[in-house]
């Protein structure tokens, strides 16, 4: 880039404008618009595990990893759930707590904790799982069958982008 270039995207950082001169709107920034719509839903989604279960965000999300495997490293969890991994550590206790989740060491390396739901968090999470996906039903009511599908798209690339 030329010294123009640097001059005007200087000029436009002073501003608080972009380099095509316009304003930033928090209520039309998309990364701004996304995190809302993204708790909007969690809340919405937390109403069936809160209330009704009295699971935390963190533990809800390590219960439906667990439900669908037999057992999983806890060092696999936090990718797979977008939890770091002190929360893991917390939801994981929490579970295993309420006899819902057991930990055991792993056979090879005395270091990783192996998890897997109890009888009684298999019975759990059957529980929840209806009404988890009721819950996504009526949130994906509002769009057309069509709009479902541009959504699951644009979410995939928008996410491959990011990667």
Do not use: C, N
């Amino acid at each position: 880039m030329g010294r123009a270039g640097e001059v005007r995207r200087r000029d436009a950082t002073e501003r608080g404008t972009g380099q095509d001169g316009r304003e930033l709107d928090l209520q039309q920034y998309f990364p701004y618009r996304l995190a809302r719509l993204a708790e909007q839903v969690s809340l919405a989604v937390a109403e069936v595990y809160s209330e009704r279960f009295t699971l935390t965000r963190q533990e809800w999300r390590v219960l439906a990893i667990l439900g669908a495997r037999a057992e999983i490293a806890t060092k696999e969890i936090g990718p797979l759930t977008t939890l770091d991994k002190m929360q893991v550590s917390r939801a994981v206790q929490g579970l295993q707590a309420r006899g819902i989740a057991s930990r055991k060491h792993h056979p090879d390396d005395r270091r990783e904790l192996i998890v897997s739901l109890t009888p009684a968090g298999r019975a759990l999470y059957r529980k929840i799982v209806p009404y988890a996906l009721a819950r996504e039903t009526e949130l994906l009511s509002v769009l057309t069958a069509e709009e479902v599908k541009v959504l699951d798209r644009v979410m995939h690339k928008l996410s491959a982008a990011l990667s």
